[in-house]
């Protein structure tokens, strides 16, 4: 699971004390909304929000509560203007644009992520320290910079976010370097526990642990 690093002491009294699981869980509801709203629903009741998720109606109420009220008893929620709300909250109701560091075999992949753009996250520049792939483009026609240019090119394109799919012992190098070019939203996919100072947002996804996650359970099915 990604892990938050440290807490935005920029942010305002009311999202400080939002907890972060919660944050979490409104992604969750946004994606089962689009699902309702793709199967011609209108309206949508938390049992029904709770019937295609792992949270109790009550739980979800709990979390809705935080930004205010929103549906009606007896008749749910308006499945249309609770996403559009949910999305306002998440901040992807406006493009955010976002740097690649890594055009490995993870930061392909990444660019061949179709979901990114769906949710309003656009990688528009890539960084790498290969020269041989400096000054070129990504099959998906995103070009790829030297890292010395992260600054001036975070800078021009307006980059609020980067996500790192580096290698490990380039990862605290390459945060950085990030850090240092004003970028305060980082998504770190290397397989090490990176550490950054506030107000620079941090999380860390380390597909080894989430693999380690299910092992467990295969190990340990028979004394269940």
């Known amino acids: 699971m990604a892990q938050h ?9 009311e999202s400080k004390r939002v907890p972060g699981v919660t944050v979490e869980r409104l992604s969750i509801y946004s994606r089962v909304l689009a ?18 998720t792992p949270f109790t109606a009550a739980q979800i109420r709990r979390d809705l509560t935080w930004f205010g009220q929103f549906g009606t008893r007896g ?9 559009q709300k949910l999305n306002e909250i998440l901040g992807v109701n406006v493009p955010r644009r976002v740097a690649l560091i890594g055009v490995g075999n993870l930061g392909s992949a990444l660019l061949g992520y179709t979901g990114f753009g769906e949710h309003n996250f656009q990688i ?10 400096v000054g ?3 099959p998906q026609g995103i070009p790829i ?12 394109a307006e980059i609020e976010i980067a996500i790192l799919a580096v290698p490990v012992e380039a990862a605290q190098k390459a945060l950085d370097a990030v850090i240092e070019a004003g ?16 107000p ?23 004394e269940s």
């Not at 008749?75 to 996403?83: F, H, M, Q, S, V």
């Not at 528009?124 to 792939?133: G, M, N, S």
């Open 124 to 133: 528009v520049a890539a960084f790498d320290a290969e020269p041989k792939k």
């Open 35 to 52: 699902v309702l709203e793709k199967e011609g629903r209108d309206t949508a009741s938390s049992s029904l929000l709770a019937e295609r």
């Open 145 to 156: 910079y030297a890292m010395r240019d992260l600054l001036r090119v975070v800078n021009a």
């Open 183 to 198: 970028i305060r939203a980082v998504l770190n996919f290397a397989p090490a526990p990176l550490n950054a100072a506030p």
């Open 5 to 13: 690093v440290n807490s935005d002491p920029t942010a305002s009294p």
């Open 75 to 83: 008749k749910g929620y308006p499945i249309a203007e609770l996403r």
């Open 136 to 138: 070129t483009k990504t």
């Open 200 to 222: 620079v947002r941090l999380r860390n996804v380390d597909l080894s642990i989430e693999l380690e996650g299910l092992t467990y359970y295969l190990a340990h099915e028979s």
